[in-house]
């Protein structure tokens, strides 16, 4: 999630999504609507592609659908990939899974998201650790995800770098608590107070206020290693 609550990317994801109607209205449930569009009009993601390994060693990125004024029960998606159709999850917190692959970008793919016909919708760019979900995590090399980040937004270009403000901190998804080693000390992570994409009471940690931190210890596994921008 490059930016939690950046407009400008949400309104040029929702033109993106509103690209070209795949199914007949009358083949879709009572209700329900449907776009279509080029894996590589993802925002961000054939500049992301683009990068040498070494530059994204510590980060990946994903999608996610959010709907907003209506219920995500009946949305689902699929990659029309030439005579291929490979079905797509939606979790419960709209990602896409898995990720639109380089090959399926290359060979021209769509992706069709079928959702309520009167919600709102956007398409959110999120960016995550790609270090093992477990107890622990390597401080030093979530701080060096965060940079490679930084770094690669500024490679992407585009509205990537107009709309999407610096990324300083790690939101453990349901990891409940944690502590950061630094200099010989443990201390605990701060608790974020919750808004409508970070649950409250999530641990977080901020890099750049512990440059010598070594580990991240967290009472529980957590679902994603978040990367993210400031709260306003």
């Given at each position: 999630?490059?930016?939690?609550?950046?407009?400008?990317?949400?309104?040029a994801?929702?033109?993106?999504?509103?690209?070209v109607?795949?199914?007949?209205?009358?083949?879709?449930?009572?209700?329900?609507?449907?776009?279509t569009?080029?894996?590589?009009?993802?925002p961000?993601?054939?500049?992301?592609?683009?990068?040498?390994?070494?530059?994204?060693?510590?980060?990946?990125?994903?999608?996610?659908?959010?709907?907003?004024?209506?219920?995500?029960?009946?949305?689902?998606?699929?990659i029309?990939?030439?005579?291929?159709?490979?079905?797509?999850?939606?979790?419960a917190?709209?990602?896409?899974?898995?990720?639109?692959?380089?090959?399926?970008?290359?060979?021209g793919?769509?992706?069709t998201?079928?959702?309520?016909?009167?919600?709102?919708?956007?398409?959110k760019?999120r960016?995550?650790?790609?270090?093992?979900?477990?107890?622990?995590?390597?401080?030093q090399?979530?701080?060096?995800?965060i940079?490679?980040?930084?770094?690669?937004?500024?490679?992407?270009?585009?509205?990537?770098?107009?709309?999407?403000?610096?990324?300083?901190?790690?939101?453990?998804?349901?990891?409940?608590?944690?502590?950061?080693?630094a200099?010989?000390?443990?201390?605990?992570?701060?608790?974020?107070?919750?808004?409508?994409?970070?649950?409250?009471?999530?641990?977080?940690?901020?890099?750049?206020?512990?440059?010598?931190?070594?580990?991240?210890?967290?009472?529980?596994?957590?679902?994603?290693?978040?990367?993210?921008?400031?709260?306003?």
């Amino acid at each position: 999630m490059f930016a939690l609550k950046t407009l400008a990317a949400f309104a040029a994801a929702s033109a993106l999504m509103g690209a070209v109607p795949a199914l007949a209205q009358g083949d879709l449930p009572p209700g329900m609507t449907t776009d279509t569009q080029k894996v590589s009009d993802l925002p961000g993601l054939v500049g992301f592609y683009k990068l040498a390994p070494s530059e994204h060693s510590q980060f990946g990125v994903y999608y996610a659908v959010k709907i907003k004024h209506a219920s995500m029960a009946g949305s689902s998606a699929v990659i029309n990939d030439g005579s291929h159709q490979v079905p797509v999850h939606l979790g419960a917190d709209g990602r896409i899974e898995p990720t639109p692959t380089r090959e399926q970008v290359e060979n021209g793919a769509t992706i069709t998201v079928v959702y309520p016909a009167a919600a709102s919708k956007a398409l959110k760019l999120r960016v995550f650790s790609t270090q093992p979900a477990g107890h622990d995590y390597d401080a030093q090399g979530l701080g060096l995800g965060i940079r490679q980040a930084n770094s690669a937004m500024g490679k992407i270009g585009g509205i990537l770098v107009m709309a999407l403000p610096r990324l300083d901190r790690v939101y453990f998804i349901g990891a409940g608590s944690g502590t950061v080693d630094a200099g010989g000390q443990s201390q605990p992570l701060p608790k974020f107070q919750g808004d409508n994409e970070v649950p409250a009471g999530t641990p977080y940690f901020v890099p750049s206020q512990s440059p010598n931190a070594t580990k991240i210890h967290l009472s529980g596994t957590p679902s994603l290693a978040l990367f993210a921008n400031p709260p306003k």
